[in-house]
């Protein structure tokens, strides 16, 4: 149907990309590095979750993409529409149904499940880059479990904000040796990627890095004892689908100040505005 | 930590670093024994900051051992692994720079250039640290009450003496100090000269100190090597040197300087 190789990059590629992403699997939270491609769409568009999705694709899979919660982002339905005219495969917006789930921020509310992997474009993996941009000594610190550094970030975080103001990005220890950035997720979501039966991906293309947590991996969010790791609360629930504890987002509804709050993952919400009305009727 | 005063805190032997055809250091050898304070002088590019940057092991020999005193036994430096010498650098050890922006995380707040070896060594409750930290300003003479402020925003002196709280806070055993109170106009020196001072005897700290200031040697050091071109011309009691030299240069060091 088309005059691309399967899931358009070539089986060189694809190799390769698949044993950086064993290599990631077999040592949980360390950055591989490998030979990012160029993609037919530029970078901050998750060209390395996008390598990750088509090296790992098969025709069976049912591709899921999602930008923020949303399947419906002009982010997210451009990929869609390249696997599905470059793979011939399927996509959903149901996570249930889907096999392979790409996202850019977010990990879905509804539980994921062995038989699902998650792939997240990632813009920058290094945690530490924010204190220490030299490459060599980042790499020193993790090889040698020199942490001490992530700490400072947070101990900054309190000292100028009376807390951990870190909220998206917030740094984790992946079984007690690595740290990593599970970029660029709200923190929120850092309790769903810690002990979490689907295998979780992390491409970041313009870095050439991969990473990944393979299922029931422990994640720990860093924290201070007497600071400890929070998820944001909201007082509201949701405006659509009533359910509280999700992720929501604030939408300006009028130009009078006018707001609401919805879910951020639209399927979820969707599936629970129908489950009431199920009920309902 | 408890040290066995009868064998020596370092051991240095035949030490020697080339750059290229410039021999940095040639053969050196010496000891340091626990709670002193060697001072080591010299004219510009006789390499005093190759040697302390070898002994620290910023830099690597192309010849020759460094021993180091762990419970009681001499440790061969020159054959631990490298993360085993960065944590010997971040518990044991302090190195205070010439330069403090070298020395200094400048993009952070003098708490977390304090809490950052804390930290390190697996310091997690915020509280605890910054009171340390607080406790840590103080005893440098810098108001506790500028915690969360850059150290650009310090002064120089500021800036040392915040360097050197953040490298005494885990209790280090042996301070390497090089030119530390070299940017610094005179008054802001004395001042520098005399907390160094004040915290080497109640520490009980054991310092090397490159100085090409002999006033400075003088003040704090307890013997004192003197370097030329790489190599250690003169070894022995700072004020025996000091008042009567034996080699020539020396003497011409020590005229030259001394001319007050
Ligand atoms: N990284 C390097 N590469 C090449 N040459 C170097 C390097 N570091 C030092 N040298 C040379 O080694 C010699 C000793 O330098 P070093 O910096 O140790 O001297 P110094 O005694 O500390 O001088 P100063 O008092 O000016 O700081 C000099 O000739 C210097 O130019
Ligand atoms: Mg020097």
Redesign the interface.
Request: glycine letters at 4%.
């Given at each position: 149907m088309s005059e691309y190789n399967f899931a358009y990059l070539n089986e060189q590629t694809k190799k390769m990309i698949r044993r950086a992403l064993l290599k990631a699997v077999a040592i949980p939270g360390y950055q591989v590095p490998f030979a990012s491609r160029e993609m037919p769409m530029p970078y901050g568009w998750g060209t390395g979750g996008v390598q990750v999705t088509a090296s790992i694709l098969t025709p069976d899979d049912i591709l899921k993409v999602i930008d923020q919660g949303a399947d419906d982002t002009t982010n997210a339905v451009s990929i869609r529409k390249f696997f599905k005219k470059t793979a011939a495969i399927e996509t959903t917006e149901l996570s249930e149904q889907a096999t392979i789930i790409q996202t850019r921020h977010r990990v879905p509310e509804t539980p994921l499940r062995e038989d699902q992997i998650l792939v997240y474009q990632v813009p920058i993996p290094e945690p530490l880059r924010f204190?220490e941009p030299r490459e060599t000594e980042t790499r020193?610190m993790h090889?040698?479990?020199?942490?001490?550094?992530m700490?400072?970030k947070l101990?900054?975080d309190?000292?100028?904000h009376g807390h951990i103001s870190t909220t998206y990005a917030y740094p984790v220890m992946v079984e007690g040796r690595y740290v990593m950035d599970p970029s660029p997720t709200p923190k929120f979501d850092n309790p769903k990627i810690n002990n979490c039966p689907a295998l979780q991906l992390f491409g970041a293309g313009r870095e050439k890095r991969i990473y990944a947590l393979p299922p029931y991996t422990k994640v720990t969010s860093l924290d201070?004892?007497?600071?400890p790791f929070e998820v944001q609360k909201w007082q509201a629930s949701c405006e659509l689908c009533g359910t509280s504890g999700t992720f929501l987002d604030e939408v300006i509804t009028d130009d009078k100040g006018g707001r609401i709050f919805v879910c951020s993952d639209t399927d979820f919400c969707r599936k629970q505005q129908s489950e009431k009305f199920e009920e309902a009727g | 930590m408890k040290m066995n005063p009868g064998i020596p805190l370092l051991k240095v032997e035949n030490l020697h670093k080339a750059f290229g055809k410039t021999k940095a250091c040639h053969d050196i050898s010496f000891e340091l024994w626990p709670g002193e304070v060697l001072g080591i002088v010299g004219e510009s590019g006789s390499g005093k900051s190759t040697l302390l940057r070898l002994i620290a092991g910023l830099l690597e020999p192309d010849k020759g051992t460094i021993s180091y005193q762990q419970n009681s036994k001499l440790i061969t430096l020159t054959d631990l692994d490298e993360p085993a010498l960065r944590h010997l650098q971040r518990t044991e050890w302090g190195f205070v720079h010439q330069h403090p922006s070298d020395g200094l995380r400048m993009n952070v707040s003098a708490g977390a250039n304090i809490g950052e070896r804390l930290m390190a060594n697996n310091w997690r409750h915020y509280g605890n640290i910054r009171e340390k930290a607080q406790h840590w300003l103080k005893a440098v003479e810098i108001d506790p009450a500028r915690i969360d402020d850059l150290p650009r925003t310090f002064s120089g002196g500021m800036q040392q003496r915040l360097q050197i709280a953040r490298n005494l806070v885990t209790n280090p055993n042996l301070v390497f100090l090089d030119e530390p109170t070299g940017g610094l106009d005179v008054s802001v020196q004395a001042k520098l000269l005399d907390l160094l001072r004040g915290l080497v005897s109640n520490l009980g700290l054991s310092a090397i100190m490159v100085t090409h200031d002999l006033a400075v040697a003088r003040l704090l050091s307890t013997r004192l090597i003197v370097m030329k071109q790489g190599e250690i011309i003169e070894h022995g009691l700072t004020d025996q040197v000091l008042e009567d030299p034996q080699a020539a240069y020396s003497q011409l060091l020590v005229s030259s300087v001394l001319q007050v």
């Open positions: 204190l020193k090889a040698y479990e020199d942490y001490g550094l700490h400072v101990y900054e309190i000292s100028q201070f004892e007497d600071h | -």
